[in-house]
């Protein structure tokens, strides 16, 4: 997770330099870049840690004992 939101602050910050030099307004859509790659990265990681266990889906429709809801076995 952490390389995540190392990924977005990067990858946000490179397209804030590169249209920084296009445009010609360094720095500022380069700080602007880190901002919304923390941004970013701290949402996704959110959404990551409060979506619950992975595969609560599957449980839902079998059970907790790994039985259908007919009595068979999955």
Same mark, same amino acid.
């Given at each position: 997770m952490a390389f995540t939101l190392v990924g977005f602050v990067l990858i946000c910050t490179g397209l804030g330099y590169l249209v920084d030099r296009w445009v010609g307004t360094r720095p500022?859509?380069?700080?602007?870049g880190v901002f919304v790659g923390a941004a970013l990265g701290f949402v996704?990681?959110?959404?990551?840690?409060?979506? @619950?266990?992975? &595969?609560?889906?599957?449980?839902?429709?079998? @059970?907790?004992? &790994?039985?259908e809801p007919d009595g068979r076995l999955s």
């Open positions: 500022w859509l380069m700080v602007a996704y990681l959110a959404s990551f840690l409060f979506s @619950g266990p992975a &595969g609560s889906r599957d449980r839902k429709k079998t @059970g907790t004992d &790994g039985e």
